[in-house]
């Protein structure tokens, strides 16, 4: 690759993105197009030589503050490292900007598997005081590491590229890639065509998890104990009880089914001593609780599956008690048993499998202590976008704009909180607004009065408006 030839193509390509380096008619600057770069001066590849985009309010020469899009070179343009990085006179206007987790997951989107030693993303971008971990893989490049360590404070976002590894075509596919990232963060793109060119590019959001009933079915067979867990309106129940229909049902076999809550007892769901009168006097007799029955009808050797409902909400040591103990997949036989009522349990049936869910919005849920979650495989189920069935209607726009909403704003913990695909299935557009007043806006403004997303309030209170012409907050 010839560096003249990639720097030129690299500005014109910023242009087709809607970058525009000099004012004209019906066009106003928004970036500085920097170029750093002095072929016959081999020493100054290891003292700095870049070229990319700066602010708009910039100087074309010298040092610079906030956010830019910079590549760096090696004199024979074998390599390069793009990157997201603070100008040396560090944040102006862009400290806001860098401390929410929306620019941090836009261009964490860049993450591919095959480029795996060779990408890095700060988890915090304001920060510039840390070095970026590239400098532990720039060994074999040392014409770049010393000017990468000189700036290696201030990249929030970087990626080694290996040219000779690539094809011509998948080079600039990579580089465009983060030029369209940087492009959407600035909010370039005055017409349509330079809009759909940045969407062309701009990479999308990555779904690491299947979340079919066939794929999780999977799971259940593999590791025997599963939790599901995930916001309200993701399908935690739903899917649980579709794989119950399917596969644990008439011939294939039985379903029990319990939903915890704050009252519910090891009694309740094991084993108790219960009162009962007769007409001459009370007395007590023993009580088997629906896992004991689930227990029993496992051992005839028919597939059986136990799911237990807002497991979070009981006290779960008290509830499970010994039983606890049991719920190893591979354990085998054990030499110690468990002793319940007149039963001798010292290991749960092969055929026994369970499907508990788990509310992550719940902000009163029990502790699920670390030994719980050791014996149970944990699957988290995200809002996604789905087909609607006959009669109803997926709200893309809307699940979108309640996507990004999360996406910006949202802490990592506070994504779990984000409403569920369920919430946007409706009859009509119509229905959806009875559902947006009634169900989502108590919703969010709950998360917000117990003090989260609070950077996302004013922007919700609009659009709460623009929809429903109602003031979140009178």
């Known amino acids: 690759m010839e560096l003249n030839e990639f720097i030129d193509k690299v500005k014109s390509q910023s242009e087709r993105f809607g970058f525009c380096f000099e004012s004209q008619t019906r066009k106003t600057k928004n970036a500085v197009w920097r170029k750093n770069i002095h072929p016959e001066k081999e020493e100054d590849f290891r003292k700095g030589a870049y070229f990319g985009l700066v602010n708009a309010d910039e100087e074309p020469t010298g040092a610079y503050s906030d956010f830019s899009l910079v590549i760096f070179p090696n004199a024979e343009c074998s390599h390069f490292v793009i990157a997201l990085g603070v100008g040396s006179l560090g944040f102006n206007k862009d400290f806001t900007v ?11 989107r860049l993450r591919d598997d095959k480029f795996a030693g060779k990408q890095f993303f700060k988890v915090d971008f304001s920060d510039i005081e840390s070095p970026s971990a590239i400098l532990n893989y720039m060994e074999n490049i040392e014409d770049l590491r010393e000017v990468i360590n ?49 969407r062309k590019y701009l990479p999308r959001a990555k779904d690491l998890d299947d979340y079919s009933e066939g794929a999780i079915y999977k799971q259940l067979l593999e590791e025997r104990f599963i939790v599901l867990q995930g916001a309200p309106g993701t399908g935690k129940t739903w899917t649980a009880n ?51 029955d689930a227990i029993d009808y496992a051992t005839s050797g028919k597939p059986t599956l136990l799911i237990i409902d807002e497991i979070n909400r009981a006290n779960l040591a008290s509830v499970l008690g010994p039983v606890f103990y049991l719920f190893e997949k591979n354990a085998g036989e054990r030499s110690n048993y468990i002793k319940i009522g007149t039963k001798k349990i010292t290991k749960l049936p092969d055929t026994l499998y369970v499907i508990a869910t788990m509310n992550t919005a719940d902000r009163s849920l029990a502790v699920v202590d670390f030994a719980l979650r050791r014996r149970f495989s944990w699957v988290t189920l995200r809002p996604h976008v789905i087909e609607a069935q006959k009669g109803q209607i997926f709200m893309n726009n809307e699940f ?15 994504l779990n909180l984000q409403p569920g695909q369920s919430y946007f299935i409706a009859e009509n557009a119509e ?25 996302a309030i004013s922007e919700f209170s609009d659009y709460v408006y623009d929809k429903l012409r109602v003031d979140l907050y009178e």
């Not at 704003?409 to 506070?414: H, I, K, P």
């Open 98 to 108: 860098a401390t929410l987790p929306w620019l941090r997951r836009s261009f964490s």
């Open 150 to 198: 000189k700036y290696s404070k201030v990249l929030s976002a970087c990626q080694i590229i290996e040219v000779a590894k690539y094809s011509e075509e998948e080079v600039y596919g990579i580089v465009w890639q983060w030029l369209a990232s940087y492009a959407a963060f600035r909010e370039v793109g005055n017409n349509k065509a330079q809009r759909n060119e940045i």
């Open 242 to 292: 579709k794989i119950a229909k399917q596969h644990f049902s008439g011939s294939e076999g039985k379903t029990f089914f319990e939903q915890f809550h704050a009252e519910t007892t090891y009694s309740d769901f094991v084993y108790g001593i219960k009162p009962k009168t007769d007409g001459k006097g009370l007395l007590y007799e023993e009580h088997y609780g629906i896992l004991i």
């Open 400 to 414: 979108e704009r309640f996507s990004d909403l999360f996406s910006r704003y949202a802490s990592s913990e506070e």
């Open 431 to 455: 229905a959806w607004n009875q559902r947006l007043r009634y169900e989502l806006v108590p919703l969010m403004k709950e998360y917000f009065n117990e003090g989260y997303l609070k950077n």
